[in-house]
């Protein structure tokens, strides 16, 4: 139990261009989904957190309007990168939690290669 | 506010060899606190808990115990495989708020186990 996926697990894309990321809960509901980004042998820093049906919460730094996040389903999350630059080129790791003290569990991440 | 440190690697070890890589923390309250494994190219997976002072969190040959005196979480294997070979990032969880449960990483140690 427990399993999050993403897709797609890696992508290629032309600087200007936009990318969504989905990230889903498979078999339980994740009333929170978490957004991290981690660059190459470092840590993974959290981007932004949502909670179904609301407006994400996004961390000091991070722009909301380059980084859209929606949280349609207790189920769906997804990332939209916009207008993507070399510089966003990164890993994306989503995760999910149904609330509380509950744990999150991990998708298996996204990598970004903006050219 | 919540912070993690460990030991930075890379930790490089033979085969059945000890392996003990070092966390400590600060936080308010009484956080709890994880071992996670993330293998190349793959998201990150739970490889151990700890939920209140003096628990050992223990799996797969791993262990760590919650220290509150000396906040600490050091990981530790008593004979390592090349199969061990990842990167481990001690992590607690923190404060919870509406969104759940928050996690704040350590840096990362990439062990790098050899035959």
């Known amino acids: 139990g427990a399993v999050v996926s993403q897709h797609p697990s890696w992508v290629i894309c032309k600087s200007g261009t936009s990318v969504k990321i989905e990230c889903r809960s498979l078999d339980f509901q994740a009333t929170t989904m978490f957004w991290y980004r981690q660059f190459p042998k470092q840590s993974l820093m959290l981007m932004a957190t949502?909670?179904?049906?609301?407006?994400?919460?996004?961390e000091q730094g991070v722009e909301k309007d380059k980084f859209l996040i929606n949280h349609a389903s207790l189920t769906l999350s997804t990332l939209t990168v916009t207008s993507a630059h070399p510089e966003d080129s990164s890993f994306y790791i989503c995760s999910a939690s149904n609330g509380g003290y509950n744990e999150q569990f991990f998708g298996p991440g996204t990598r970004l290669t903006v050219l | 506010g919540n912070s993690v440190t460990q030991m930075e690697g890379p930790v490089t070890l033979s085969e059945e060899a000890f392996l003990t890589i070092n966390c400590t923390y600060t936080?308010?309250?009484?956080?709890?606190l994880f071992w996670y494994v993330q293998y190349p190219g793959e998201g990150l997976q739970l490889l151990l808990k700890?939920?209140?002072?003096?628990d050992k969190g223990s799996n797969k040959g791993f262990e760590a115990t919650y220290r509150k005196e000396t906040t600490s979480f050091h990981l530790e294997k008593g004979s390592v495989q090349v199969s061990d070979s990842a990167v481990y990032f001690c992590?607690?969880?923190?404060?919870?708020?509406?969104?759940?449960?928050?996690?704040?990483f350590g840096g990362g140690t990439r062990l790098m186990v050899k035959p």
């Open positions: 936080a308010t309250g009484y956080p709890s």
């Open positions: 700890a939920t209140k002072a003096d």
């Open positions: 992590a607690l969880s923190g404060p919870l708020s509406y969104a759940g449960n928050m996690l704040t």
């Open positions: 949502s909670n179904e049906g609301s407006k994400a919460t996004y």
